[in-house]
C-alpha cells in the first residue's frame, strides 16, 4: 500500500501591520485561523536591518491565559516581566513564557543597527491552566537540541521530539512540535505527526515541495489531516518552520492580550488590570 502524506491545504500569504511601539511585522496566523489551527492562536515573522523598524520594541504590556514562544534568529531582545524574570534573547535562543493568570511584561531590542529577524508564536492554554501561575524560561541557542540526518539535513528541536531527538519544551495538553528544518537543495524530510494535530509550515528562506504543491518564501502552507506524515523537499536552499499541535477544541474569546473561554472572562482580566491585580 503506498504511503500517505499530508498536502497543502491551504496556502497563505501574512499582513503586513505593527505591534508593540511601532515594530513592523508580518502576521501570519491570524484570530481567522484561530479554529482551524487550534492551539495556535497567532505568529508574527520579523524581520529588518532597518533599525527604525524594530527600535522601539515593546514596551510594558500584560497578557493571560495562553503561552508565547519567541524565537531569535537573529538579534538581541531584552525581557523584564511582573514575575522578576529578566533575560536576554539572542542569536539562535528562545523564550518560552507561559503567562497563565497573569503578566506584564517587555520585550525591547539591545541593538541600535543590524538585523534583527525571528518569530513569535501564541499557543492556547486549557481552561484548566489558564489561571494557572505564570512561568518563564530562556533558551540560549546552544541549548536547542538539533540534529544533522545523513542527507545535511539540520533540525533544531524547539518543543515535542523529532526523529528520537527531545526537543527543549514539552507539553502534555497541547503537545506542541516546533521544528526549525534547513534543508539543502534536493533533500528531503519526513515527519511524523499524528492526524489529530493541526500543523502548518512557514517557510522563510528558499522554496519547499510538499504533495505537488510548492510553498515560497514568505508563505505560511496549512497542512491537511488526513495522513500521519508529512514529506518535504526542497526545490532550492531552504529553511522553515514546521509547528503542529493537538487542539484544546474549546471555545476561543480573545480580547488584544487575553485569551479566555468566555466574555465574562475577558471582562474579569480587564478588571484585574486596570485594578492592578493581573500580575
Same mark, same amino acid.
Do not use: C
Given at each position: 500500500?503506498?504511503?500517505?502524506?499530508?498536502?497543502? !491545504? &491551504?496556502?497563505?500569504?501574512?499582513?503586513?501591520?505593527?505591534?508593540?511601539?511601532?515594530?513592523?511585522?508580518?502576521?501570519?496566523?491570524?484570530?481567522?485561523?484561530?479554529? /482551524?489551527?487550534?492551539?495556535?492562536?497567532?505568529?508574527?515573522?520579523?524581520?529588518?536591518?532597518?533599525?527604525?523598524?524594530?527600535?522601539?520594541?515593546?514596551?510594558?504590556?500584560?497578557? =493571560?491565559?495562553?503561552?508565547?514562544?519567541?524565537?531569535?534568529?537573529?538579534? /538581541?531582545?531584552?525581557?523584564?516581566?511582573?514575575?522578576?524574570?529578566?533575560?536576554?534573547?539572542?542569536?539562535?535562543?528562545? &523564550?518560552?513564557?507561559?503567562?497563565? =493568570?497573569?503578566? +506584564?511584561?517587555?520585550?525591547?531590542? !539591545?541593538?541600535?543597527?543590524?538585523?534583527? !529577524?525571528?518569530? &513569535?508564536?501564541?499557543?492556547?492554554?486549557?481552561?484548566?491552566?489558564?489561571?494557572?501561575?505564570?512561568?518563564? /524560561?530562556?533558551?540560549?541557542?546552544? !541549548? +536547542?537540541?538539533?540534529?544533522?540526518?545523513?542527507?545535511?539535513?539540520?533540525?533544531?528541536?524547539?518543543?515535542?521530539?523529532?526523529?528520537?531527538?527531545?526537543?527543549?519544551?514539552?507539553?502534555?495538553?497541547?503537545?506542541?512540535?516546533?521544528?526549525?528544518?534547513?534543508?539543502?537543495?534536493?533533500?528531503?524530510?519526513?515527519?511524523?505527526? %499524528?492526524?489529530?494535530?493541526?500543523?502548518?509550515?512557514?517557510?522563510?528562506?528558499?522554496?519547499?515541495?510538499?504533495?505537488?504543491?510548492?510553498?515560497?518564501?514568505?508563505?505560511?502552507? +496549512?497542512?491537511?489531516?488526513?495522513?500521519?506524515?508529512?514529506?518535504?523537499?526542497?526545490?532550492?536552499?531552504? =529553511?522553515?518552520?514546521?509547528?503542529?499541535? =493537538? %487542539?484544546?477544541?474549546?471555545?476561543?474569546?480573545?480580547?488584544? %492580550?487575553?485569551?479566555?473561554?468566555? &466574555?465574562?472572562? +475577558?471582562?474579569?482580566?480587564?478588571?484585574?488590570?486596570?485594578?492592578?491585580?493581573?500580575?
Amino acid at each position: 500500500m503506498e504511503k500517505k502524506f499530508r498536502h497543502i !491545504e &491551504q496556502l497563505v500569504t501574512g499582513v503586513q501591520t505593527s505591534d508593540g511601539a511601532g515594530v513592523r511585522l508580518t502576521r501570519v496566523l491570524t484570530g481567522k485561523l484561530q479554529r /482551524r489551527l487550534d492551539p495556535f492562536l497567532m505568529l508574527d515573522a520579523f524581520g529588518s536591518d532597518v533599525a527604525d523598524d524594530y527600535i522601539a520594541g515593546f514596551p510594558d504590556h500584560p497578557h =493571560r491565559g495562553f503561552e508565547t514562544v519567541t524565537y531569535m534568529l537573529a538579534g /538581541r531582545m531584552r525581557h523584564k516581566d511582573s514575575a522578576g524574570n529578566e533575560g536576554l534573547l539572542d542569536n539562535g535562543g528562545v &523564550q518560552w513564557m507561559t503567562a497563565g =493568570r497573569g503578566v +506584564i511584561h517587555s520585550e525591547m531590542p !539591545e541593538q541600535i543597527e543590524g538585523l534583527m !529577524e525571528g518569530f &513569535q508564536l501564541w499557543v492556547n492554554l486549557p481552561a484548566k491552566r489558564k489561571m494557572m501561575e505564570p512561568w518563564y /524560561r530562556d533558551f540560549a541557542g546552544a !541549548e +536547542i537540541p538539533e540534529y544533522v540526518a545523513d542527507n545535511g539535513i539540520q533540525v533544531r528541536v524547539i518543543a515535542g521530539n523529532s526523529h528520537g531527538v527531545k526537543g527543549a519544551v514539552v507539553r502534555v495538553d497541547t503537545e506542541p512540535l516546533y521544528l526549525d528544518v534547513h534543508m539543502p537543495a534536493g533533500a528531503s524530510f519526513e515527519e511524523e505527526l %499524528p492526524h489529530t494535530h493541526n500543523a502548518f509550515i512557514y517557510v522563510y528562506r528558499g522554496e519547499i515541495e510538499l504533495n505537488g504543491a510548492t510553498v515560497a518564501s514568505g508563505r505560511m502552507g +496549512i497542512l491537511s489531516n488526513d495522513a500521519d506524515t508529512v514529506k518535504l523537499h526542497a526545490s532550492t536552499d531552504a =529553511r522553515l518552520i514546521l509547528v503542529a499541535g =493537538r %487542539p484544546l477544541n474549546e471555545p476561543i474569546v480573545q480580547y488584544g %492580550p487575553f485569551v479566555m473561554n468566555t &466574555q465574562d472572562e +475577558i471582562h474579569r482580566a480587564l478588571d484585574d488590570y486596570r485594578s492592578g491585580r493581573l500580575a
